[in-house]
């Protein structure tokens, strides 16, 4: 069982569909990053969690330290939103971090 | 601008060559990891370092070696290239807080 895991893997909405990404961790961390990759390009970090809540424009991450999930909601969404949105978990003596596989999203106009 | 630099971009190499990727960046971050993304996989940590001098392997390390002489450095090696080594790589860097993770723009590595 991987120590990260997102659902869904592939996720297709029509523009302007809320839209939420879930992850669930197993291990005990300190930071738990959401991360963004286009297609072919590279990847940008968009949220840092250790608590509670953040929004940044379009977009919400949540975490439950308690219950080891988080999720990340994007509202109004748009074409421009379509990327592989990765969740990765840091924390202990190294602080490594740990990916998930990653959910391919794909909005359609 | 402040960040991380990976280079090169892209490398065909032929079976049993070896090469080097370059890893840099100019934050002052003690951690670095190397990562491979395969097809359809996520991330896998290849080697990573919680500081000059300091290194250790991750999931996947056979065939690549890490050196860390520097705070800013952190060359990954392949040695005898493998068709299996053929993956996109990438470079990644956090402060000793974890606030945020940077990325370098990545290598793909195409082995023939």
């Known amino acids: 069982k991987n120590e990260v895991e997102q659902s869904p893997q592939n996720l297709t909405a029509q523009e302007g569909e809320f839209i939420t990404i879930n992850c669930s961790y197993s291990?005990?961390?300190?930071?738990l990053h959401w991360l963004q990759q286009h297609p072919g390009g590279g990847i940008v970090s968009l949220f840092m969690?250790?608590?509670g809540k953040k929004k940044h424009g379009r977009l919400i991450a949540t975490i439950n330290i308690q219950e080891k999930h988080s999720s990340l909601h994007i509202t109004a969404s748009h074409p421009r939103d379509s990327a592989v949105y990765i969740c990765a978990v840091g924390g202990g003596a190294t602080n490594k971090l740990i990916f998930g596989t990653g959910t391919l999203l794909a909005v359609q106009p | 601008n402040a960040g991380v630099t990976q280079t090169p971009k892209f490398r065909i190499l032929k079976i049993g060559q070896s090469m080097t990727l370059q890893c840099a960046q100019d934050?002052?971050?003690?951690?670095m990891y190397w990562y491979r993304q395969d097809p359809g996989m996520g991330l896998k940590l290849i080697y990573y370092s919680v500081g000059a001098g300091i290194t250790d392997k991750g999931e996947v390390p056979n065939g690549y070696n890490v050196s860390r002489s520097t705070t800013e450095d952190f060359p990954l090696r392949l040695e005898l290239a493998a068709p299996s080594q053929t993956s996109v790589y990438f470079c990644?860097?956090?402060?000793?807080?974890?606030?945020?993770?940077?990325f370098g723009q990545g290598t793909r590595l195409t082995v023939v």
């Open positions: 990644a860097s956090t402060d000793s807080t974890n606030t945020e993770a940077f």
């Open positions: 969690l250790s608590s």
């Open positions: 291990v005990g961390i300190s930071a």
């Open positions: 934050m002052n971050h003690n951690y």
